[in-house]
């Protein structure tokens, strides 16, 4: 049991209901230029069943991370922090590979093009057994399964091959499935079905779903929970509607109001000023300091720790503090 | 090259994209033909004098003048050398006065079994070495087939012949040092191919006096074209590589082996296909200096000493029947690569 | 919006990211701002193969200086010292006419560098011209071009070579055009590829829009932009064009005697190999076989370095 932090943040230790427990991640990949510093101490949980997403903008680390704790970061890069499975301390080194299935954002690249759909299932999947093959087709959601597995990635459709995808990560039969942008590079009818049938599959198999996506309106139809990264730190977390309905940070306020908005026509559609830190200067105080509307003097100096806005429902700004 | 990631779209599917380079391949091979021709005929400053040879009389050079035409616009010159051609008329050497045609289709076997022997060497090692180069999982092995492939295409094959005819040949004395078969030898050979005749011939030991005059120039041809499929192999694969399915299959945990042997090598073989033709290039294009060194009856040899005597009318032959031979290998590489790669839609 | 710039936060991915993983993302981002030439001199091979490079040019310019015999490099016999082995005075030995091997050699280089750059940039030249004419104006002069230079391709590498040297005659110009007229496919085809990609840009697209001419558009536009992989790859090149030389040099096609080359010292030296001299062909092919190996290599860092997914694997 890890001891109880300092200060309550979304990670609080492990608890009964955790089935993983990411403490103080921090990522640096190393090229000749200089370090750049991709995550720079995430603590989160993810619970039994739950849908976890996990939302920020391009580049502020959140792919980064899940593929460091599958252990698929260059071997130059240094990881640092501790990852707990089911309470037991587990290696960043691809052991988590073993429970958990990875569903990546483009499901025209994600399958192998020379290869059927059969023959990938039959590899991962271990067994060539066509009835067990053309059950996992069945599970994603794909009729006529025993015709698939003689096609060709090229020969289907977008949705049909992101489904035949979803098909490949439920073969390993994990009970973590971490969902990278899944309807990114998908039509908007297609999108709500996948998103559908990840609902479904937790709901059936019991499944622990991480929903990595930028899109705030994916997140809010699909999660319990929501991360909001920033500059590869956790700006806010807590359970979906708080955080999208009430948001603390006033980045995840920025992000909310940048979301158009078809009611109010007319409205000029905000966006966030500035670009996100560059990750080879080390970043002093808040990193959201320098495009933040309600900065004050402090924000420059420490950063800012998560600290409870209510009950499961943390922010990392010093708002929430008393000032100075 | 071409990573196997992306689908090919063909119109008129697997049929109308094998026609279409089917047409294209023989409007290369007229391109081909007709630059042979201008190099030939029309860049000397006297086609006559440098055909008929350095020690020519007046007198000869005056009938070669006629016999080619030179006389006549260079249209026409073209149009008749076109019809030489079509008749498989290449000319007549002006060394030894015989029909080129009929010299080429003696020589050729001997080359081919050289060319043919040394490609399938470079590609049944280069392949392998290739994956393993671009297989971070061990590191020493990477490089140490990189250094391999590079020092093998920074090697003059004159130079590695003659100083593995030195060490093996002359001072180990472990393989003859020049020569198709021992001069005691004697088969019938009515393929050509002294590997296949002497198995006809029925006797062990004639088929290893093939094999033994054949393993050094197969090695030094060999060597820069397997350099070369190495480093092409290598790269294809590290494009596959970095692909989304590797990582999707690494994160399912298919062993390392199965992904580099199986699943990544499929994807970079179909655009190493080309490296085939590239090899018999190669091997072909040096056969001219491996031949000579190790006295090999071959269209190479005969090639080098036409080179020797500025037989002009034989080396432009020789470049042109060997530059076609290569264009069709490349179609039929071509045509095979549109038959294998699934990704070629039908439509 | 339009007041606010674009929209940088949200759908980026999308945009950026495509097909590409998150890991490539990243690594991407990093390629775009490092400085191509800072990361060579990182590379430990890298310096040691341009360091090989230089010292063939420097040998090369400065021949007649290198060497206390200058006389013997430009071909002077001395009967009297023939084919002595490698010893305190003739270091690399002398050749059948009794010249210093290591004189011949530096006066050899000369003639290598002669041909290497002079293909180069015979081929660079015609190429450039060729691809950007080709990917600029497309249709039917692309169509023409191209099949022009797949004609040319069509040719295994050397044999047009040979024809060529065969049909001009022996002498080092004539060399440099014989490899020229095989080498230039290779650059109007890169070039054409970059063309291609570049034409679709904006400023590009710009230049054209506001009826800029096409001859000023392709050259202060286009082929200002398409220059670095072409120089990355002719020096690469060097290294094979020494190689190719040396073939032609070899069979007889290369310049005539007295002056030295690499690839004649190994065809007459040849003789000697098998009667235990072998310092003559054994020197002049090592020599060839270090210039095209540092060239080589020189265009493997350039490569490794250019590609963020290779880069820092050759140290």
């Known amino acids: 049991m890890t001891p109880e932090p300092a200060t309550p943040g979304p990670s609080s230790g492990w608890t009964m209901t955790d089935l993983l427990s990411v403490d103080d991640l921090r990522i640096t990949f190393n090229p000749p230029a200089g370090p750049v510093r991709a ?93 067990v093959l053309a059950d996992l087709l069945a599970q994603a959601g794909l009729a006529d399964a025993p015709r698939l597995l003689d096609a060709y990635p090229h020969e289907l459709s977008g949705g049909m091959l992101q489904r035949s995808v979803i098909a490949l990560a439920l073969a390993r039969r994990p009970r973590l499935l971490i969902a990278d942008e899944p309807t990114t590079a998908l039509d908007a009818t297609t999108q709500a079905q996948v998103l559908d049938l990840l609902g479904e599959l937790r709901a059936r198999h019991g499944l622990t779903v991480i929903l990595i996506s930028h899109d705030l309106a994916v997140i809010r139809r699909l999660c319990d929970r929501v991360v909001v990264l920033y500059a590869g730190r956790v700006a806010e977390a807590g359970a979906t509607a708080d955080v999208l309905d009430a948001p603390g940070h006033p980045y995840t306020q920025a992000l909310l109001e940048s979301i158009p908005r078809p009611a109010v026509a007319g409205r000029e559609l905000a966006s966030i000023p500035g670009l996100i830190p560059d990750g080879r200067r080390p970043i002093a105080g808040c990193a959201f300091a320098p495009r933040c509307p309600h900065v004050r003097e402090d924000c420059r100096s420490g950063q800012p720790e998560p600290r409870p806005l209510h009950p499961g429902h943390t922010v990392a700004c010093v708002l929430m503090e008393p000032p100075p | 090259m071409v990573p196997g990631a992306r689908t090919r779209i063909e119109r008129g599917g697997r049929g109308g ?23 030939s005929r029309l860049v000397p400053s006297d086609p006559a004098s440098l055909y008929a040879g350095a020690r020519a009389r007046p007198e000869q050079v005056e ?135 002497s198995v006809l011939s029925g006797s062990p030991s004639n088929f290893l006096d093939v094999v033994s005059h054949l393993i050094l120039p197969v090695l030094v041809m060999a060597a820069y074209p397997l350099g070369l499929t190495i480093r092409l192999v290598r790269s294809a694969m590290l494009e596959v590589l970095a692909s989304d399915h590797i990582e999707a299959a690494r994160v399912a945990q298919v062993p390392w082996r199965t992904v580099l042997w199986r699943l990544a090598l ?57 530059t076609v031979v290569y264009v069709s290998v490349n179609l039929v590489l071509d045509l095979l690569q549109i038959r294998l790669d699934p990704r070629v839609v039908l439509s | 919006m339009a007041a606010r710039g674009r929209v940088r936060h949200f759908g980026c991915d999308a945009v950026r990211g495509g097909k590409r993983s998150a890991i490539q993302r990243w690594s991407g981002l990093l390629g775009t701002h490092g400085d191509a030439i800072w990361h060579y001199r990182r590379s430990r ?48 030995g002398t050749d059948e006419l009794g010249r210093d091997v290591l004189a011949r050699l530096l006066f050899g280089a000369r003639a290598s560098l002669v041909v290497a750059v002079g293909v180069v940039a015979l081929s660079v030249l015609v190429g450039v011209v060729v691809g950007a004419l080709s990917g600029y104006f497309g249709r039917w002069i692309d169509e023409v071009l191209m099949r022009i230079t797949d004609a040319f391709l069509a040719f295994p590498p050397l044999l047009l070579a040979v024809l060529v040297a065969a049909s001009l005659g022996a002498s080092l110009r004539n060399t440099v055009i014989a490899i020229s007229v095989s080498w230039w496919p290779w650059y109007a085809r890169q070039v054409r590829a970059q063309v291609l990609s570049l034409r679709t840009r904006p400023f590009i697209q710009a230049a054209q829009a506001i ?42 096609l290369g310049p005539r005697p007295p002056t030295a080359d690499w690839g004649v010292m190994i065809a007459d030296g040849r003789h000697y190999v098998l009667s235990g001299q072998w310092w003559i062909a054994g020197f002049a092919g090592l020599a060839v076989v270090v210039v095209a190996m540092a060239f080589n290599l020189i265009g493997d860092v350039m490569r490794d370095v250019a590609d963020p997914r290779t880069r820092g694997q050759l140290r």
């Not at chain 1, 073993?98 to 569903?103: E, G, K």
């Not at chain 1, 499901?107 to 023959?119: C, H, K, S």
């Not at chain 2, 091997?283 to 006295?295: G, I, K, N």
């Open chain 2, 266 to 322: 499929k994807n970079a073989l179909l655009p190493a296909l080309t490296v085939l033709g590239l090899t018999f290039a190669y091997s072909v294009s040096s056969a001219f200096l491996v031949e000579a060194l190790f006295a090999w009856p071959g269209l190479g040899k005969y090639f080098a000493d036409a080179i020797l005597r500025v037989d002009l009318p034989v080396i432009s032959a020789a470049v042109l029947t060997v």
């Open chain 3, 211 to 252: 009826g800029a001419p096409s001859r000023r558009t392709i050259a202060v536009h286009i082929v200002p932009n398409v220059m670095a992989p072409v120089w990355v790859q002719a020096t690469a090149d060097i290294g094979a064009v020494v190689l190719t030389a040396a073939g032609l040099s070899f069979v007889g």
């Open chain 2, 63 to 197: 009938r070669v003048r006629e016999d080619l035409n030179l006389g006549a616009p260079v249209m026409s010159q073209y149009v008749s050398y076109l019809g030489e051609l079509a008749r498989g008329d290449l000319g007549v050497s002006f060394a030894t006065k015989r029909p080129i045609a009929e010299d080429l289709r003696r020589f050729l076997p001997a080359t081919l079994e050289l060319a043919l022997s040394a490609t399938a060497l470079a590609v049944l090692i280069g392949i392998p070495a290739g994956v393993m180069a671009a297989d971070r999982a061990h590191r020493l092995r990477a490089v140490g087939i990189r250094l391999l492939a590079v020092t093998s295409v920074s090697m003059p094959v004159f130079w590695s012949a003659l100083f593995l005819q030195l060490f093996v040949a002359s001072k180990l004395e472990w393989l003859p040092l020049a020569g198709r078969i021992d001069p005691g030898t004697h088969f019938a050979t009515p393929t050509g191919f002294f590997l296949i005749d």
């Open chain 3, 45 to 92: 091979l890298g310096m040691v193969t341009a360091a090989v490079a230089l010292t063939f040019v420097v040998g090369a310019v400065f021949a007649p200086w290198l060497t206390p015999f200058a006389a013997a490099g430009r071909g002077v016999p001395d009967l009297s010292n023939r084919l002595r082995p490698p010893g305190a005075i003739h270091w690399l």
């Open chain 1, 39 to 131: 995550v720079r101490g995430v603590s989160l949980d993810v619970r039994h069943g739950e849908i976890l997403g996990v939302a920020g903008e391009s580049g502020c680390g959140k792919s980064v991370l899940f593929r460091a704790l599958l252990g698929m970061v260059p071997p130059s890069a240094t990881v640092t922090g501790s990852l707990r499975l089911d309470g037991a301390s587990l290696g960043m080194d691809g052991s988590l590979q073993a429970v958990a299935a990875l569903i990546q954002q483009n499901p025209g690249a994600a399958l192998n093009p020379v290869f059927t759909i059969g023959r990938q299932l039959h590899l991962v999947a271990r067994t060539d057994d066509p009835a």
């Open chain 2, 17 to 39: 994209a094998s026609l279409r380079r089917l047409a294209m391949s023989s409007l290369v091979i007229l391109g081909v033909v007709t630059i042979t021709f201008a190099v």
